[in-house]
């Protein structure tokens, strides 16, 4: 099996959108999908996913991606933190155009400081081995995709003995946010496309409680287009029926219980704590963070991270696209003074924000 071309076959696209636009003929009203991964939203985007569908499914963008869902305040942690002429402060690349109040990480580092963008968080161990005169700062972010990675890096560092690594956690998950959004009285969302790459951490068991709890179809997919139909037309199917089960399309990569050795690691050095999230406000228990007996590694206990940060932009309106209540087209400044070389708001300005997909695939 080819894993991409097979799953952009033309004809079998086709196909899938003809019967996609035959069955939504029998809902009573529109489909509102949401999926919460970034990732599929530019699949969505890139292949033009709504053009191919019916009218009737309407695909809403939820708070899918780790950097658009970080609030201004650890932000500005991250800039106060790397403003130091003893520290190394290393994060994911996305991270580095994200505004704080005053400034972005990117534009600290053009005035001098040592801000690196790694391809990998085991780059870390590097880098503190060959600076040991330095304190590296290592600033996670991610969603349970990225966690186990985190704790590995932690794992390695305290095994080896490093004396002058320190962690600056920012990890989510995925199901706490899920139940907020469906709380809401506002909320219009009647299908879930539930993120692949958290899924195979987590598992597709992972929402069986909220699909039962909501009476909400939750579909696992892939990211070529064959994987995001095959999951609309069985959520049309689902809702056709009056059914609220986790289909797991993407079986060739999620199993039914995720993967357990990276669970456990995870188990092993985080704990949940409550978080912020942009636009959504604190959620209890939605965020993770070193244990506390790893207080002598953790950033926010041995450095001063006192901030005073600024409220977001009027302008920008990602509060409310990432909760699914406005699209990037109905933010007055989308693609006029917000674009990618400009970002006002933190959709734009990750790769994998909606309006950043928008700008790239579908301006009108």
């Given at each position: 099996m080819?894993?991409?071309?097979?799953f952009?076959?033309?004809?079998k696209?086709?196909a899938?959108?003809?019967?996609?636009?035959?069955?939504s003929?029998?809902?009573e009203k529109?489909?509102?999908?949401m999926?919460?991964?970034?990732?599929?939203t530019h699949?969505i985007?890139?292949f033009?996913?709504?053009?191919l569908?019916s009218?009737m499914?309407?695909?809403?963008?939820?708070?899918?991606c780790?950097?658009?869902?970080?609030?201004?305040?650890?932000?500005?942690?991250?800039?106060?933190l790397?403003?130091?002429?003893n520290?190394?402060f290393c994060?994911l690349?996305?991270?580095?155009?994200v505004r704080g109040s005053?400034?972005?990480?990117?534009?600290?580092r053009?005035?001098?400081?040592?801000i690196?963008?790694?391809?990998s968080?085991?780059?870390?161990?590097?880098?503190?081995?060959?600076?040991p005169?330095?304190r590296?700062i290592?600033f996670?972010?991610?969603?349970?995709?990225?966690?186990p990675?985190s704790?590995v890096?932690i794992?390695?560092?305290?095994?080896?003995g490093?004396k002058?690594l320190?962690f600056?956690i920012?990890?989510?998950?995925?199901p706490?946010v899920?139940?907020v959004i469906m709380s809401?009285?506002?909320c219009?969302i009647?299908a879930f496309?539930?993120?692949?790459h958290?899924?195979?951490i987590?598992g597709?068991?992972?929402?069986?409680?909220l699909?039962n709890e909501?009476k909400?179809?939750?579909?696992?997919?892939g990211f070529?287009?064959?994987?995001?139909?095959?999951?609309?037309?069985?959520?049309?199917?689902q809702s056709?029926?009056n059914r609220h089960?986790?289909y797991?399309?993407y079986?060739?990569?999620?199993k039914?219980?995720g993967?357990?050795?990276?669970?456990s690691?995870v188990r092993?050095y985080?704990?949940p704590?409550d978080?912020?999230?942009?636009?959504?406000g604190?959620?209890a228990k939605?965020g993770?963070?070193l244990k506390?007996e790893?207080?002598?590694i953790n950033a926010?206990?041995?450095?001063?991270?006192?901030v005073e940060?600024l409220?977001e932009n009027?302008?920008?309106?990602?509060?409310?696209?990432?909760?699914g209540?406005?699209k990037p087209y109905d933010?007055?400044?989308?693609?006029?003074t917000?674009?990618?070389?400009n970002p006002?708001g933190?959709c734009m300005?990750s790769g994998e924000?909606?309006?950043?997909a928008y700008?790239?695939y579908?301006?009108?």
């Open positions: 080819d894993l991409i071309n097979d952009r076959d033309k004809d696209i086709l899938l959108a003809s019967l996609i636009k035959n069955e003929k029998k809902l529109p489909l509102n999908v999926e919460i991964c970034g990732g599929h699949s985007m890139k033009g996913l709504p053009q569908c009218e499914i309407n695909f809403i963008h939820g708070p899918g780790p950097v658009c869902v970080l609030p201004r305040e650890r932000i500005d942690e991250a800039i106060k790397a403003d130091d002429e520290t190394i994060t690349a996305d991270m580095m155009r005053y400034q972005s990480l990117m534009d600290l053009a005035k001098g400081r040592d690196r963008a790694l391809y968080p085991l780059d870390a161990l590097k880098i503190a081995l060959e600076n005169a330095k590296v290592f996670a972010i991610g969603f349970e995709t990225t966690t990675m704790a890096l794992k390695k560092s305290l095994e080896k490093i002058n320190f600056h920012n990890h989510v998950m995925v706490q899920i139940r809401d009285k506002s219009k009647k496309l539930a993120p692949s958290v899924s195979v987590v597709s068991d992972e929402y069986s409680a699909a909501f909400t179809p939750f579909a696992i997919c070529e287009p064959l994987d995001v139909l095959d999951s609309i037309l069985n959520l049309i199917h056709l029926h089960e986790v797991n399309e079986k060739r990569v999620v039914q219980k993967n357990e050795l990276a669970k690691i092993e985080f704990e704590c978080f912020t999230w942009r636009g959504l604190v959620i939605s993770m963070d506390s790893f207080d002598e926010k206990k041995r450095f001063d991270c006192r940060s409220g009027k302008a920008c309106i990602c509060a409310q696209i990432l909760k209540l406005a933010c007055k400044v989308f693609a006029k917000c674009t990618p070389q006002l933190s300005v924000g909606a309006c950043a700008y790239k579908a301006i009108k």
